[in-house]
């Protein structure tokens, strides 16, 4: 852990923390944000990135210590030991390259023509993070670089300790990329104008993952000098890289502000205007945090130091996205490149859905429903330009990453939830042609209807994870439309659900790839991992061991076709014991066959709650909490994945997960710390307390919710929002099945 966080951490640092103008409200003003550490998740496997974001912000400006290959998704890895630059966007957590927009670096005086040359070595001791601001020293040009933001800028201060002359690079070229040729490639259009001499603005058009318009206003606080253009590195670049110089002292500092638009440069302008009129970087800086300190607040935790960074840094992470990508007028770039007006002035982006839907959505729903409706806005608005709701959608455009279509649940969990702000009419129009009209990209529903499930000789890759994927989106279409009173639609939707069915085979007790003449492909290794983008296969960065499970809609359909509890019991069983060997990636974070680092195996531990073993729930939550997340660069087992990762360790550090999150209701299982009180809407509250909780006890004797035996598998959303108080008695035993069945 930074030695910065602990010693704040530890001091109880104390600051006034705005309550939110959403009736969450908080009487306290502690700090909460002193428990966050911006590092952890930043070493090869967690993607995640330490600079300075606000909450759902447009702008993530962080340094970069490399660009090319996956390990760099994030552009950063706490081990590496030189400095690229800063950029002014980035992603969290993804496995994908993008975003990384305009790469700026201070150098001293020297006029360097070698684009690589810039690079700097740094000192981890000189590092630091926090919520809303980031700092280092670059050894070379002996520079301190401070960094913070608002939601649609970046605000920079150098301070050149030696320099009798500075400079500045700005690299229009650089994004991250998979390929060293990608990398000098990605840029198709660079336009930039010196408007004086404190301002530059420009439009960059690039395409890494998705195709990205972005505009923007750079402005000084001290005028540009002098002015070098650096040839490009390879034939196939159009970014530009320009190198301003300035007249500084030793000692004097250069500030920077860079507001972004997806629109125009006057939309970047208003932005800055808006957000960002002066030069106060520490004011800037302690907005920001304070922004953080509104949400952060929301829970108050009991527990240790080390247990409250966990928790206050998987918060952290969970808010980094969706991004508020519209402007401050509300016009945004849509996927059709048009510029027009969000419903309610809000438009999101970086929706990852496949990950997202299964915990970080549902915790939004409760700790941030003022977002909600934004949310699904924004969706629905896609879904209107593109013909289909987004599968993995990033700066308003479509990407095609990853399978199914999972903005159907969480537009479903919100309507089933009673949220109210968006059309829900026009909504489920929006789901259904999503689910019915076939686009050629990822859905082929004649072949679906036709055979009731993707043969795996119809399809390119992921026949049985598309099949159980798509299977959840139909129940949620289904559970929509019956809100609606749309009886037809529910009907066929309702069927559809139940095509989870036809690919599991009793033989041998698994889900596995199908032929279109009705028989099993072979030969068939249940624990052979299917990864689209590099092996191919039958499953999504999985395989039969874990997806198997993927039934979040119908469990006790599941433990039928199984045999029963008993058979489905112990069929879990053998999936947390029988060893997975593999090289993927992204299947990491192993019990077993069980991978923590990746989403279809988030819902698998509380399904023996849900088949009358509600202690090896209790026992494996305990398990992962304490493997697989450390506050440390390496303490994530697996990308954070836009907060997934996040969201199931609050939940499951509360004690309760959303299997299924369209059910509005949460399956019960073991708090791993002692209190939580939960801040909601209205000034209530909501508490949860571990009586007796300790390494030993580990384990739910009985539950109590607002005093009164609770023996349901399950709390519901509407009684948590209620307020109220939720009550486990913990012990070191675990009740049997018979005594227990939970």
Wanted: aromatic content about 12%.
């Amino acid at each position: 852990m930074n030695k910065l966080l602990t010693a704040a951490a530890a001091a109880g640092v104390i600051i006034a923390a705005a309550a939110c103008s959403t009736g969450n409200e908080t009487a306290t003003e502690t700090d909460y944000a002193a428990y966050v550490n911006p590092f952890i998740g930043a070493a090869d496997n967690g993607h995640t990135f330490p600079g300075a974001t606000t909450p759902f912000g447009m702008i993530q400006t962080s340094p970069v210590t490399g660009a090319v290959g996956w390990r760099y998704c994030s552009e950063y890895v706490y081990s590496d030991s030189v400095i690229w630059g800063f950029t002014q966007t980035h992603l969290n957590g993804t496995g994908c390259m993008d975003l990384g927009d305009i790469l700026v670096m201070p150098s001293d005086g020297s006029r360097r023509r070698d684009w690589d040359q810039y690079r700097s070595p740094f000192d981890k001791s000189t590092e630091s993070a926090s919520p809303g601001y980031y700092a280092v020293t670059l050894s070379a040009p002996d520079v301190r670089a401070e960094l913070t933001a608002t939601p649609h800028a970046a605000l920079h201060r150098y301070t050149y300790n030696r320099a009798d002359s500075s400079a500045l690079l700005i690299d229009l070229q650089h994004g991250p990329a998979w390929s060293e040729a990608q990398y000098h490639s990605h840029v198709r259009l660079c336009e930039t104008q010196w408007e004086d001499s404190v301002t530059l603005t420009g439009h960059v058009l690039n395409s890494v993952w998705a195709s990205q318009d972005y505009f923007f206003v750079m402005q000084f606080d001290h005028p540009v000098s002098d002015i070098t253009t650096l040839a490009p590195a390879t034939d196939t670049e159009r970014g530009q890289r320009i190198v301003a110089g300035f007249d500084l002292r030793p000692g004097e500092q250069l500030m920077m502000k860079v507001a972004l638009s997806t629109t125009s440069v006057d939309g970047a302008r208003r932005n800055l205007q808006a957000e960002l009129p002066g030069w106060d970087f520490d004011a800037v800086s302690d907005k920001a945090r304070a922004d953080w300190n509104s949400y952060l607040g929301r829970i108050d935790v009991d527990g240790t130091d080390t247990q409250k960074t966990n928790f206050y840094t998987a918060f952290y992470h969970s808010l980094i996205q969706p991004n508020m990508i519209a402007d401050v007028d509300g016009s945004y770039r849509n996927a059709a490149d048009s510029v027009v007006k969000a419903t309610g002035g809000e438009f999101y982006s970086t929706f990852s859905l496949w990950d997202t839907y299964r915990a970080a959505h549902p915790f939004y729903t409760l700790m941030v429903p003022e977002r909600v409706d934004g949310f699904v806005n924004s969706l629905v608005e896609q879904a209107e330009t593109q013909g289909f709701l987004p599968i993995w959608g990033l700066w308003g455009k479509e990407t095609y990453t990853m399978v199914a279509n999972h903005g159907v649940p969480v537009i479903a969990e919100a309507y089933r939830k009673g949220f109210r702000g968006f059309d829900a009419d026009r909504a489920f129009e929006a789901i259904k042609r999503t689910q019915t009209v076939s686009h050629p990209q990822k859905s082929d529903w004649e072949i679906y209807t036709r055979y009731g499930y993707f043969p795996t000789d119809s399809i390119r890759a992921e026949s049985v994870s598309s099949t159980l994927e798509t299977a959840y989106d139909d129940y949620a279409a289904a559970d929509m439309a019956s809100l609606l009173g749309r009886t037809d639609d529910e009907k066929i939707f309702r069927e559809r659900a139940d095509y989870y069915k036809n690919l599991f085979d009793s033989q041998t007790g698994f889900m596995r790839p199908r032929l279109t003449d009705g028989t099993w492909r072979t030969p068939f290794d249940p624990a052979s991992v299917g990864h689209s983008e590099s092996v191919g296969g039958d499953y999504t960065e999985g395989n039969a061991w874990q997806y198997t499970w993927h039934v979040q809609h119908d469990v006790p359909g599941l433990i039928a076709l199984m045999g029963g509890n008993d058979a489905f019991a112990d069929k879990l069983d053998s999936m947390f014991t029988t060893e997975l060997v593999t090289t993927q990636a992204d299947v990491t974070g192993l019990i077993g066959q069980y991978a923590h680092g990746n989403e279809p195996s988030h819902h698998v531990t509380y399904l023996y709650a849900l088949a009358g073993r509600p202690w090896r729930t209790q026992e494996l939550i305990r398990q992962i909490v304490d493997t697989q997340y450390r506050p440390e660069p390496d303490g994530l087992s697996g990308n954070d994945d836009c907060g997934q990762m996040s969201a199931w360790y609050m939940f499951s550090c509360m004690g309760f997960y959303p299997v299924d999150p369209v059910s509005a209701t949460y399956v019960i299982g073991a708090p791993q710390m002692p209190g939580f009180t939960l801040h909601l809407t209205g000034g209530k509250t909501f508490s949860i307390r571990a009586e007796g909780l300790s390494k030993e006890n580990l384990y739910v004797e009985s539950v109590t919710l607002n005093g009164k035996p609770h023996t349901s598998p399950y709390i519901t959303h509407d009684e948590i929002t209620r307020g109220g108080e939720l009550v486990f008695k913990m012990t070191d035993r675990h009740q049997s099945h018979k005594n227990n069945n939970r």
